[in-house]
């Protein structure tokens, strides 16, 4: 009985609570402080500017949720981290480093490498339209110039020959006349290339690792020992000793160089 009673006054006092807040926070306001409203109008937009509004938004709200995947193709984003990945495969660490590991340093040595690119973009688009010197078809145009001169530098001929054959496009005359329709996944397979050639001179001495680990467990008889487990010290050692990070991100430094 008198548990019940407690609980009956822990409910009593709840309630009281509740009620003290309610009206608390639903009290009248002071006329001499009222409180700041928001006003939202909705437009019929009647007209041809009405309807060229709305289709401008539609537009504007595709770009960005497609924002994220131009940012990744058009940049060195795509290589950095498909060679770490590699690295960690041929580790065989299984999820060492973790992903968010390998995105973040991802990311920032993205953004290291494209920080000339991003000044150039900032200084003749951002700033002249910050300022009122171009409007916004003139600055899109004025900051596509650098990216599209930064994807034409490590994009092979032969990758962009094969894009600008299927549009039956005729062949640029320079940077600037090259469609980003073309440029973009020329640039994207390139990209996947050469990542996949690091990776593949990444994955050499690992395999020679295994391969010995593997024919001298074979030799001792050792046969239903896995030499994964084996290898992977000896891996992890010599990881270590050539100091793997800083030549693998050396490595990914020097291609973006020329």
Do not use: C
């Amino acid at each position: 009985m008198s548990k019940n009673k407690g609980t009956l006054i822990i409910l009593l006092a709840l309630l009281m609570f509740i009620g003290w807040a309610g009206n608390t926070a639903y009290a009248a306001p002071d006329p001499q402080n009222p409180i700041p409203g928001i006003s939202f109008n909705v437009d019929s937009g009647s007209g041809a500017s009405g309807a060229s509004s709305t289709v401008s938004v539609i537009l504007l709200l595709t770009v960005l949720s497609l924002a994220p995947s131009f940012l990744i193709l058009m940049t060195s984003f795509t290589r950095i981290v498909i060679v770490l990945g590699f690295v960690r495969t041929s580790l065989g660490t299984q999820q060492m480093p973790p992903n968010q590991v390998l995105i973040g340093l991802a990311l920032f040595l993205t953004l290291f490498i494209m920080a000339p690119t991003l000044g150039q973009i900032n200084d003749t688009a951002v700033q002249p339209y910050m300022k009122g010197e171009l409007n916004q078809t003139q600055a899109l145009q004025k900051a596509s110039v650098p990216i599209k001169q930064f994807m034409w530098n490590h994009t092979r001929p032969k990758d962009l020959k094969l894009f600008l054959d299927y549009t039956k496009a005729e062949a640029p005359k320079g940077v600037e006349d090259t469609p980003l329709t073309a440029l973009v996944p020329a640039y994207a397979i390139s990209e996947l290339k050469t990542a996949f050639q690091m990776g593949f001179m990444i994955f050499i001495p690992f395999l020679v690792i295994d391969m010995v680990i593997a024919s001298t467990l074979m030799a001792m008889g050792m046969m239903m020992l896995p030499p994964v487990m084996i290898s992977l010290p000896f891996k992890i050692l010599l990881f270590i000793l050539v100091d793997g990070w800083y030549l693998v991100v050396k490595s990914l430094l020097l291609s973006y160089s020329t």
